[in-house]
Every structure is written in C-alpha cells, then in structure tokens.
T-cell receptor, first 112, second 112 residues
Framework: LAKTTQPISMDSYEGQEVNITCSHN???????ITWYQQFPSQGPRFIIQ???TKVTNEVASLFIPADRKSSTLSLPRVSLSDTAVYYC?????????????FGTGTRLTVIP | EAQVTQNPRYLITVTGKKLTVTCSQN?????MSWYRQDPGLGLRQIYY???????DKGDVPEGYKVSRKEKRNFPLILESPSPNQTSLYFC???????????FGEGSRLTVL
C-alpha cells in the first residue's frame, strides 16, 4: 500500500494560487491519486482524482508527472473559505480487499 | 437528499458500557467504512465493508466490531469502551471500492 508524504501546513494570501505537493514514491501501476478536503468538525469531501498528466474540474487541478512519484493539487485564487486540511490518497481503485491511507494531511490557512 | 447519517453525533459514556454508533446511507452504495480521527494522527480506518455480509479490518480494528446485514446500514459497536477510544468517528460510503467517498458529519465520543 503506497504511503504518502505531504507538508504539514501551508499559509497563503487570499487570491493567490496554492500548490500542495504530495510524494508517493512507492506508487503502484494500478494506483490512482485522490485528494480530499476537510473543514473543521466535518467529514472529508472529495476534490479530484487522477492517474497521470493533468486533471481539472471546477474546483482544482491535479498535476501528475510522468514517473507518478508525486502529484500537485493546485487551487486557483484561494479564498478564506478554502482554509481546510487537504489529504492526498493513493490506491488501486480496481483492487479487492484493501484500504485507503489518509495520513495527517496538509493544513492550509488562507490569510486575508 | 443523498447523505450518510450517523447517530449519535455526540456521546459521553463510561468505561465498559457497550455502545453502538449507527451509520446509514441512502445512495445504495456497496462500500462503507469507519474512520477515527485523533489530533496528530489524521484519519485512520477501523473497518470497512465491500458489500452485505462482507467486512474486513482496517488499520485500527482493536476494540471495535461492525456488521453489515443490510446494504444501507453499517453500525460500529464498542463492546467495552475504554478511554483510548475517545475520538471523532466518521462513517463513509462509496458506490464501489476506490470511488468517491461520502462522509457523515461525524460522531464525537468521549469515554470516561
């Protein structure tokens, strides 16, 4: 099961683009990369998922280099409401009995 | 409204008094799981279920039991709670393993 490494915390000013990088050196061929967001006292919420290159949705972009040993979640023009913990998960979505490792995530604080 | 519902949301109990935290989802999801969240340790998976009558241990199953008799329900049972089980608990469901996880609002449990 591929474990991930993320920065513990990051600060950013409102309106800036924020990039959170996740390291997953032991990623397996069938593993996908998924990011979740968690606000205080709430359950995590799915943001984005990808396998390689770039994925974009209305909330964020996910950049995955060719070797897939890392990935970067990009949040464009953050606002105060983006202050949250962001988790990077790596797992084989086609596998049978397995589980996902959330870790401690990256605490993003957006400053006015 | 599609949701995962946990009860109770808050509970204070005493050591050794059996309790059950219920989890119900109305999305016909096959996959359900329980997590606990503790400061500095992130989200850790307790048990998960791939479908009715199919359950398996996660990272921290000691002291917990689960059952999956119906697709929509996945209760977490603490037969003899201890203070080290004081935590914030989240139930989650997904249409399939590896798919987007939908989390409940959490249950904060205190064992005295």
């Amino acid at each position: 099961l591929a474990k991930t490494t993320q920065p513990i915390s990051m600060d950013s000013y409102e309106g800036q683009e924020v990039n959170i990088t996740c390291s997953h050196n032991n990623i397996a061929t069938n593993d996908y990369i998924t990011w979740y967001q968690q606000f205080p006292s709430q359950g995590p919420r799915f943001i984005i998922q990808g396998y390689k290159t770039k994925v974009t949705n209305e909330v964020a972009s996910l950049f995955i280099p060719a070797d897939r040993k890392s990935s970067t979640l990009s949040l464009p023009r953050v606002s105060l409401s983006d202050t949250a913990v962001y988790y990077c998960l790596v797992g084989d979505i086609s596998a049978g009995a397995n589980n996902l490792f959330f870790g401690t995530g990256t605490r993003l604080t957006v400053i006015p | 409204e599609a949701q995962v519902t946990q009860n109770p949301r808050y509970l204070i109990t005493v050591t050794g008094k059996k309790l059950t935290v219920t989890c119900s989802q109305n999305m016909n999801h096959e996959y359900m799981s329980w997590y606990r969240q503790d400061p500095g340790l992130g989200l850790r998976q307790i048990y998960y279920s791939m479908n009715v009558e199919v359950t398996d241990k996660g990272d921290v199953p000691e002291g917990y039991k689960v059952s999956r008799k119906e697709k929509r329900n996945f209760p977490l049972i603490l037969e003899s709670p201890s203070p080290n089980q004081t935590s914030l608990y989240f139930c989650a469901s997904s249409p399939f393993w590896g798919g987007e996880l939908f989390f409940g609002e959490g249950s904060r449990l205190t064992v005295l």
